[in-house]
Every structure is written in C-alpha cells, then in structure tokens.
C-alpha cells in the first residue's frame, strides 16, 4: 500500500470511530438480572396500610381521607382513578395488582405492567437533571441512578425519583388523599434478595404536602419461575359498569341502562335531551 492510500485509511477509520453510530459494546453483566415476570407473592400485602401502618396525615387531608372512606361505604368510587379507566399513576401501578416487567438498557429502565390498560415507566439513567417545564402524567418524570453498594464492581440498587405527577391518583382504594398542589415526589429503592436473586423489594418513600413526614412501605415481588410466562393485556373500558357524570357516579345495569349506585341518588342532569311520552 502507498503512503497516500494508508494515510486515506487510517483518516476514514479515525472518521469511523469518530461517529455516533458506532456500536458501543455493553457491560449488562454489572446490572443485576431483573428479567422474568414479576408478581406478588401469595397472601402478601400490597396496599400500603397494611405495610406501612396509618398515613401521617395532616388534619384538612385525614378530613378528606374519612370522606373518601364514608363514599366508599355509601357505594361511591371514593378516591380510586381506575374506577372509571383512569390509570392508577404512581405509587398505587407499583402495588403489583398485575405481574410487571423490567427492561434493563444502559441510559433507561422501563417497567411495564397491564393495570386498567397497559402502564408503563421510563426511568432515566443517563445521568440528566429534572426538568423544569415537564408534562404532568400518571406516572411521572422518573430518574434513576445506578448503585454498587459493597464496590465489587456489579450494581446492586436502582434509586430512582419521580416528580411532576398528575392527579387525580391514588395510593391503593383506602381513600389516602394527596395534596392538591401537583407537588408530590416520590423516591424508590428497587433491588433483590442478595439470598434469593429470584425475589426483588421495592422500597417506596412518598413526599406529599398532605402528610406530616415522609410516608414509606416495601413492596415484595417474586420471579415467576416460567421461563415463558403468560402476559395478560388488561382494557379496562370492555366490563366497566362505572360511569361518572359531574363528580357523581352511575352504574351500568345489565341491560345497558343508567342506575344509582347510592341509595336515594339523583339521576344526571339531563337538560340536553329532549323528553319524551
């Protein structure tokens, strides 16, 4: 080869590995294996009374708290989002009422979970600030970041935090209110058993101007030992009878027919149709 030519290679290979496009290999040996289908083990909790005891309420929330369960009581929705196909937002789509998936890649961790329709996450991990202008969703603007806990070199925690959620959302159908501000974040910690790779903990810690300290529980899941699992897609709006009109809620009869789910309800208002014999 002539001086000239080799000079041309070396600068088109230098060119080459200049560029984004070039395949970068991946370590995923140092991230923990998070694959399978993740489910809540039999006869274990998953709303968060039971795991993490009352709410630390604040005197105006815990007023709105008992409203919610005397709704409940009378035949209400109380403060439960997915009552009418509205998804369960965080914290309440971590409680595990469906298996989940988590898909590990280098700057995001997706988790997925078919709960009043499929929800799903993107946690950041690419090493970016919070926004200051993100849209409010149900899920939130989550980032995370990576933890070696005892410097073997391989990942052991995901922390992540999640702002900019949007309401309405709920914790579990106990009625826990939030505050109305828009303001809740919310941080995890997500790692497994280092006795038993096959089961994963959750460590959920909300910050909500409706509680007078930090409000936390541990969320248990195990692996489904089916290398094969069955996914079920959930669509919440094939079988719902709930119907919501003005702040009131409605059942769907067999029939198809509108009918009160409260004793002595009024019917909706019904100025726009036109009356009949």
Known sequence: MSCRGAIRAAAFIAALLATPCVAQVVDFGKYPNLKGQWVRPPGNPNNWIPLAGPPPLTPEYRKVMENNVADVKAGGP??????????????????????????????????????????????????????????LTYAGYSIGRWVDEDGDGKYDVLEVETRFLKDPRGYDI???????????RIR??????????NTLYDEITVFDHALTRPYSKTQ?????????????????????????????????SADGKLMPSKKNQAP?????????Q
């Open 220 to 252: 248990k899941a195990i692996r489904n030992p089916n290398p094969r699992p069955v996914w079920i897609a959930n669509v919440c709006s094939e079988d719902n009878i709930h119907v919501s009109i003005e702040n009131e809620q409605y059942y769907r």
């Open 78 to 135: 109380g403060l439960w989002p997915p009552t009418f196909c509205i998804p369960a937002g965080m914290p309440a789509m971590m409680n595990l009422y469906e298996p989940m998936e988590i898909i590990v890649l280098p700057e995001t961790t997706y988790i997925l979970i078919s709960h009043t329709d499929d929800s799903y996450r993107r946690i950041y991990t690419d090493g970016r600030e919070f926004p200051t202008d993100a849209a």
């Open 188 to 197: 995890e910690r997500i790692y497994l058993d280092k006795a038993d790779p």
């Open 268 to 276: 909706p208002d019904l100025r726009y149709f036109k009356k009949t």
């Open 174 to 184: 106990s009625g826990i209110p939030f505050a109305n501000d828009n303001q809740t």
